[in-house]
C-alpha cells in the first residue's frame, strides 16, 4: 500500500471510494484525511499485534507509564515519518493535487495535558517505541482536552476544546477490556480461616472502557500502546436516577483540569486520579496473572511509573490488590509495592504539591485511606525509632499530618525511585524540598534530565534544517542524536553558515506569514525573533520581558539616537482560568501589542505578537523561526524545562537564568553560546530565607523601574482605568515575590549582549550552530535510556 508512490495513488483512491462512496472529484479535505489515516492505521495493525504477541511470549519485563497528561499533538505525520512512508506519501498526494500540510491542518490535535508534564510524557511514548522498549501509557481519554484560548479585546476567553468532535481515527475503543471502577460505600472486615476479610459495600461502580492508541517507533516495528480510559456507566442498579447516574459517572472523564494551583480539593480530581490507578493496576495485575498465575514476582515483571504524584494511589491501589485479593502479608506486599513503583517530581512550588484533605478521601476512597493510614503508622513508626523524641521532624515528615495526605511524602516512602528532572531541580529536591527524606533514603534519590524527541521536534517540524544537517553530517544522528556534535567543525565553515542563516529566514518568513494570516500584522522576518511560549505563571516571569519592551519603547520614543536592530517579540501562552494575576499579564502583553505596534515612531524597530491557542500544532511552527528563546523564571522554581531543549535544537540561542536544564545548555554550548543573567537558585532560597529583599528600593534607586512601575497605572496604556494596578501591587506592595525588579537590570544588560551578538551575523550563527551541534544531548531518547537501565530494568527487543 506504501511501497512506491504509484502503489499508494491507487490505494488511496480505492480506499477513499470504499470509505466514502465519493469519486475523488467529489471528496473533501477532511475525506482526505479520514482515507489517509484510515490507511495508516492498518499499515500499522500487524506489527502492533507482532508487538503484543512478542512481549507475551518472551516476556521480557514491561514498564508501564501512568500519567494523568499525555500532550500529544497531531499524530498524522508523525506517524507518517515513523514508518518511513512520508516522503512516498506527500509526493504521491501531491501528484493526486493534494497538499500534505492542508490534510495535516485538519487533525485535531490531542492535547490532554496542560504544558511540561503531558507534553514529557508523550516524547517518553516516542523514544520507547524508538528504542524498542517495553512501554506503555495509561492515562485518561478526556471528552475535552485543555480549553481552547481566543483573545477578546485583549483578554483571554476559554471555550471548551472538542477533540472528537470528528472522531479519532487513531483508537481503538475496547469494550472487551473493560474494568470496574467503585467509589464510596463501606468496607466491611470479617474474619474467615483466622484472616481478616476486607469487603467494599454499597459503593457506586462505574466503568472504565480502554482505547487504544498505537505508538509508533521511528524505523522499527516496534508498535507499543498508549491506553486511555473512558469513563461510562455500568450496568444501572435497580431503582436510581439513571440520568444523575450517567452524568455523573461521564463527568470523570469529560474534562482535564487546567493546572491552577489555586484551585484544588476538587474531589472530581481526585476520583479521575483514583479511576486512572484503579483501572490500570486491575489491567496490569490481570495480564500477569494471567502469564505467571500469581503476582509474587511482579516486581520482576513490570516496573510502574508514576508522573508526578497525579498517580499515586497506585501505592496504595496496589497494596490493597496484595493484601486483600492475593492474601500476602503486609512485609510481602510492601517490599512487591515499592520494588515495582517509581516516581518523578516536577515541582518544588510548594503550592503545587498535592494534599487531600482525609474530610474528601476518605468518604470517597474508604479502603485506600485505610492503608494510606497504615501506610503512616509504619512509617511514623519507623521515624520514632530513628529520631526518638524528634517530634518536629516527624511531623514534617508524616504522609498524614494535620487532616491532610502529603501525596509526595506517599510516593517517596512507598517507591524505590524518585528522580528530578534536571540536575539543579534534583538537588534542591535532595538538599532542600524533602532534605529529611535524602537523609533517611539516599539510594532512592536520583536525577533525570528531560529531554524531547528530536523527531518531533526537529525531523517533522523543521524539514529544511534537517535537510541543510543531512548534507552536512549525513544521517548518524538520527538514531544516535549525541552525533549532532559532529556538526561542530562547521562552526567555521562559511557556507555551511549561509545556509543556516537560508533555514533560519525560510522558517521565519512561514511564521511570519502564519501571523499575517491570523493577526493581518505584519512583521519583519529581518527582525530578531525574539519568543516565549510557555504557560503564564508568576515565576515564569512573562513580566520581566513586558517590563523591558516597555523599557525599549520608552528608550526609543525618548532618545533621539538610541537604536536597536528591529525585534518582533512574540508570546504564546494560555493562564488556568481561574488565576487572576496571569490573565491581567495577558491582558497587559495584548495592550502593549497595540500600542507598540501602532506607533510610528517604533514600529519599525518594535513588534510585539501574542500568538492565539499556543498548543503542540503551533509550536512545530514557531520554535523552528526562533532566534531568540526566553527562559526567564526566577531561578530554582522551574524544574526544568522543555521548551529551551526545542528552541536550542533549532538554532536559537537562550536568554535564561540559572534555572532548571538552562544550567545544563550553558554547561554543554559554553558561557559564550548563551545569554544568562540574575540571581543564581543559592541567591533567590537565601533571599526568601532571609527577608532581605525590598523591591521599593529598587523602585526609589532605579528610574528605569520606576518610570515602568508608574506606566502600569497612568495612562500610558489608555482607557485601561485601574487595571494593571493588581501587577503593580504584586510588585511594589506584595514585594515582588518573584525578583522582577530585582533581575530587571541584568535582564537589560543580558538583552543589550543579544542585540551585539546578532549584530554581528557570521558570530550569531557560529554560536547557532554550536547550539544545535550540543543538543542532542537533550533527546528523550537519552533521557529514556537512563530511566530504563537506573530505574525500570528493562531492555530493548530485537
Ligand atoms: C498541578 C496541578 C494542580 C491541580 C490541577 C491540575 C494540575 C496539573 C499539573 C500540575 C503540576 C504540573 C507540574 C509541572 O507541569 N511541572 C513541569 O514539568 C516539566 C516536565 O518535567 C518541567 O519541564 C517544568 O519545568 C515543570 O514546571
Redesign the pocket.
Known sequence: MFSNKEVFKIAFLKRLEMLYGKSFEDSSTRDHYYTLGNMVREYISSSWIKTNEMYRTTQTKQVYYLS??FMLGRLLVNNLLNLGIRDTVEVGLKELGINIHDIEEIEADAGLG???????AACFLDSLASLNLPGHGFGIRYKHGLFDQKIIDGFQVEYPEQWLRHGNVWEVRKPDAAVEVRFGGKVEVVEKEGRFIFRHVDCQTITAVPYDMPVVGYDTSTVNTLRLWSAEPSPYPPGIDVLEYKRQTEAVSEFL?????N??G?IL?LKQQYFLVCASLQNIVSSHRKQHGHLRNLHEKVAIHIN?T?PVLAIPELMRILLDEEGMTWDEAWKITTQTISY?N??T?SE?L?KWPIYLFKPLLPRIYMIVEEINERFCKLLWERYPGDWDRIEHMAIIAHDMIKMAHLAIVGSHSTNG??KI?TEILKHREFVNFYTMFPERFNSKT?GITHRRWLIKSNPELTNLLLNTIGDKWIKDPAKLDELMPHTTDGAFLEQLSNVKHTRKQILAKHIKNKTGIDIDSNSIFDVQVK?L?AYKRQLLNVLHIMYLYNRLKEESNFTIHPRTFIFGAKA?PGYYYAKKVIKLINELADKVNNDKQTKDYLKVIFIENYRVSLAEDIFPAADVSEQI?TAS???????NMKFMMNGALTVGTMD??NVEIKELVGEDNIFTFGLSADEVMNLYATGGYSSMEYYHHDVRIRQLCEQLVNNFFPDIGNLFEPIYDSLLVQNDHYFVLKDFAAYVEAQERVNAAYINQPQWLKMSTVNIAKSGFFSSDRTINEYASDIWKIHGQK
Open positions: 494523568i497528561e496542560n504544558g511540561g508534564l503531558g507534553r514529557l483540569y487546567p493546572d491552577d494551583t484551585d484544588d476538587k480530581r508526578d497525579h518523578t516536577h515541582t512550588l503545587a498535592e528532572v534536571a531541580h528531560n504557560r505563571h488556568s523564571s522554581k522551574e524544574a526544568s524545562g522543555t521548551g532548571g536544564a
